[in-house]
Nanobody, 120 residues
Framework: QVQLVESGGGLVQAGGSLRPSCAAS????????MGWYRQAPGKERELVAR???????YYADSVKGRFTISRDNAKKKLYLQMNSLKPEDTAVYYC??????????????WGQGTQVTVSS
């Protein structure tokens, strides 16, 4: 079965960096788009970044220029390099599997999430 396990969240000061990762299993990782989403307390889950199977990426305006999504198909891992973190980046970050090779097809599985807290 599909499993997505996030790790690498934590507490960091504003301006700092974190690099959460997502270990995938149960499907042909390299054939599917993947994404990172986040949910802050009292807010709806929102898209952070996504990457298609061919490496095409998309970023939310709020993180563009600060975050970088990447994938290692051999290791079946998804990463999110987060630099210049701000307190408003505080949220639970979720890894998601796409329905197909393009991120335009949406997602169908979610990980359990990893907490990222940015202190001011």
């Amino acid at each position: 079965q599909v499993q997505l396990v996030e790790s690498g969240g934590g507490l960091v000061q504003a301006g700092g960096s974190l690099r959460p990762s997502c270990a995938a299993s149960g499907f042909t990782f390299g054939s599917y788009s993947m994404g990172w989403y986040r949910q802050a307390p009292g807010k709806e889950r929102e898209l952070v970044a996504r990457i298609s199977s061919d490496g095409t990426t998309y970023y939310a305006d709020s993180v563009k220029g600060r975050f970088t999504i990447s994938r290692d198909n051999a290791k079946k891992k998804l990463y999110l390099q987060m630099n210049s973190l701000k307190p408003e980046d505080t949220a639970v970050y979720y890894c998601a599997k796409g329905r197909g090779s393009s991120y335009l097809l949406g997602v169908d599985y979610w990980g359990q999430g990893t907490q990222v807290t940015v202190s001011s």
